[in-house]
């Protein structure tokens, strides 16, 4: 989703695709995924490549192997890859999760999550809603968060 163009429900094909396909094996691959044209795709170009693992068989495909396309982001020195999270299975406990358990949750990444932590150090959480009292969580990441996150005092 940190992808020009690439919104919640465009990610969600994406993957689905990915899953069905056994991933990718180039970018143009990702013209047959429903909502990206030839345009959204040159935007997505620089962003995005697909990794091939490396066979265990001489020049073999590898059946299950699943070649995520990867973004890779700049920003002031630093890079990230954004990846597939592993899913949750029950909500998280946003006043005892550790930095790592709150990086699972949809849009959090290493900067959130330690605001995250800094802000129940001031404050324990009292609600869901006071997840906005944390720089950098609006009104629309609370609402992608909602359905994974819990309070307890």
């Known amino acids: 989703m940190q992808l020009p163009g690439v919104g919640e ?19 143009d691959e990702l013209r ?5 044209g030839p345009k959204l795709l040159e935007k997505l170009r ?12 001489e020049d073999e495909p590898t059946e299950k192997a699943v070649r995520p396309v990867v973004a890779k982001v700049e920003d002031e020195k630093k890079s990230f890859v954004v990846s597939r999270k ?7 406990d946003v006043n005892h999760a550790t930095a790592a358990e ?17 802000t129940r ?6 609600s869901v809603e006071d997840l906005r009292r944390v720089r950098g969580i609006g009104a629309k990441t609370l ?11």
Do not use: D, M, W
Request: hydrophobic residues 35%; aromatic residues 8%; glycine residues 6%.
């Open 102 to 118: 709150l990086r699972r949750l949809p849009g959090i990444g290493p900067t959130l999550s330690q605001r995250i932590i800094q």
């Open 46 to 57: 620089p962003y995005v490549y697909v990794e091939v693992p490396a066979s265990t068989e």
């Open 121 to 126: 150090q001031q404050q324990p959480f009292r």
């Open 9 to 27: 429900n465009l990610a969600r094909r994406i993957e689905t695709y990915r899953a069905e396909h056994h991933g990718f094996r180039t970018v």
């Open 143 to 153: 609402e992608r968060l909602r359905p994974y996150v819990v309070v307890i005092p």
């Open 32 to 36: 047959r995924v429903n909502g990206i």
């Open 86 to 92: 592993e899913p949750l299975t029950e909500p998280i």
